[in-house]
């Protein structure tokens, strides 16, 4: 087993940045299941302009990582972590609703799909 530099394929990378794209562009004026998930999990309100930070660097790294080597690799595995501290918080808040199972795992599963299917060559 070894890893790519580059994605191979790039699709998988391209549907993770634009959904990233539009998850960042939701966080500036958050719809009403954004604010009720980021409560439900007790994040402070006085700290979303972290996870819209965040949220722009990987969107920002998918893009760039699309031709530098390693850089979307590393992004992709930033936000599987990310993900992974998301459904924490979520367990620790036993804030078990919707947003968990089908936001949360399933931004968790795809996000580590791509990782594999675009970057783990066997």
Known sequence: MSLSELPTPAWPVIVLLVIQAGDTALMLRPPKFIVDCLEGVR????????????????????????????????????????????????????????????????????????LVVSFVRL
Do not use: E, Q
């Not at 969107?59 to 979307?72: E, F, I």
């Open 43 to 114: 994040f402070p309100r006085d700290w979303w302009w972290a996870l819209i930070t965040a949220k722009t660097a990987s969107v920002v790294g998918l893009t760039v990582g699309l031709w530098v080597p390693g850089v979307a690799m590393t992004t992709t595995a930033a936000i599987v972590v990310y993900f992974l501290a998301a459904a924490a918080a979520h367990i620790r808040a036993r804030a078990l609703n919707s947003a968990f199972w089908v936001n949360c795992l399933g931004m968790l599963l795809l996000s580590l799909a791509v």
